[in-house]
């Protein structure tokens, strides 16, 4: 019966979805190659620093900070006061529920949900960090070495985005610093 009653509406009123805007074009060549090749060099260096410290430095949530800001370097969440104090503020943020509550998901969660409201309050914003948070909960870190590399990370990152963003193919970066 609800068969027949969900086929004589979709019959009778023959509802649309109507999509408003298009997609933002694609940026040039020149601008996707550049991005692409900040992006390789500035994830690896994270991984040669991390060799040379033999400690992890690229996390996931840094491979999505560095698409924010090699490929969309005008976004406010790609400014170095959000990538740096997003992270950096998620980061705590993690920890402290690590200590408060434990390591667990439902911690993590927790961290995940905090960590976009203290970035709200810093006005830092910045999506990826608040999976940092998130992994500080699952992995238990050490504290200050899991917040000073992943300074480190993210200073390296801006100054990739610094150094791509004066190549002229793309829009310069940083749109502002703090």
């Known amino acids: 019966m609800v068969d027949t009653q969900l086929s004589s509406i979709t019959k009778t009123s023959r509802v649309r979805v109507q999509l408003h805007g298009k997609a933002p074009a694609r940026n040039p060549a020149a601008a996707i190659g550049v991005a692409t090749a900040a992006g390789v060099v500035g994830l690896t260096l994270l991984v040669v620093i991390g060799e040379i410290l033999n400690q992890p430095v690229l996390i996931p949530p840094l491979a999505a900070s560095a698409a924010l800001v090699f490929a969309a370097p005008t976004l406010p969440l790609a400014q170095p006061r959000s990538v740096i104090g997003g992270q950096l503020i998620s980061g705590a943020v993690g920890l402290i529920c690590l200590a408060a509550i434990g390591n667990s998901l439902w911690s993590a969660g927790v961290a995940?949900?905090?960590?976009?409201?203290?970035?709200?309050?810093?006005?830092?914003?910045?999506?990826?960090?608040?999976?940092?948070?998130?992994?500080?909960?699952?992995?238990?870190?050490?504290?200050?070495?899991?917040?000073?590399?992943?300074?480190?990370?993210?200073?390296?990152?801006?100054?990739?985005?610094?150094?791509?963003?004066?190549m002229g193919k793309t829009a310069r970066y940083p749109a502002y610093w703090w």
């Open 112 to 166: 995940g949900g905090l960590a976009i409201g203290a970035m709200a309050l810093a006005r830092a914003p910045h999506s990826p960090a608040a999976a940092t948070a998130v992994i500080a909960v699952l992995t238990e870190p050490p504290a200050m070495s899991f917040l000073a590399l992943l300074a480190l990370a993210t200073l390296v990152l801006v100054a990739v985005g610094i150094a791509a963003g004066r």
